[in-house]
């Protein structure tokens, strides 16, 4: 599970994905939580853009969502 700060309650924006699949079978849906701040990435960059939309472009498996997601301060 990863835990990423967005807006809450989470409001509709026909520029938010909120699930899909890509061309190699990877699945995600989105949902709203109350605010959870994360340990221990503080020391990680940035990521500038939609993280979730580039998981999708370039990822296959679940691992390598992962893999993307721990190298950035969520």
């Given at each position: 599970?990863?835990?990423?700060?967005?807006?809450?309650?989470?409001?509709?924006?026909p520029?938010?994905?909120?699930?899909?699949m890509?061309?190699q079978?990877?699945?995600?849906?989105?949902?709203?939580?109350?605010?959870?701040?994360?340990?221990?990435?503080?020391?990680?960059?940035?990521?500038?853009?939609?993280?979730?939309?580039?998981?999708?472009?370039t990822?296959?498996?679940?691992?390598?969502?992962?893999?993307?997601?721990?190298?950035?301060?969520?």
């Amino acid at each position: 599970m990863f835990f990423c700060k967005w807006p809450y309650p989470f409001e509709n924006s026909p520029y938010v994905s909120f699930g899909g699949m890509n061309d190699q079978g990877l699945f995600f849906d989105c949902y709203s939580h109350p605010p959870y701040i994360p340990l221990n990435s503080s020391d990680k960059p940035h990521f500038s853009g939609d993280l979730i939309g580039y998981c999708m472009q370039t990822c296959s498996t679940v691992i390598e969502v992962i893999e993307e997601f721990n190298k950035y301060n969520l």
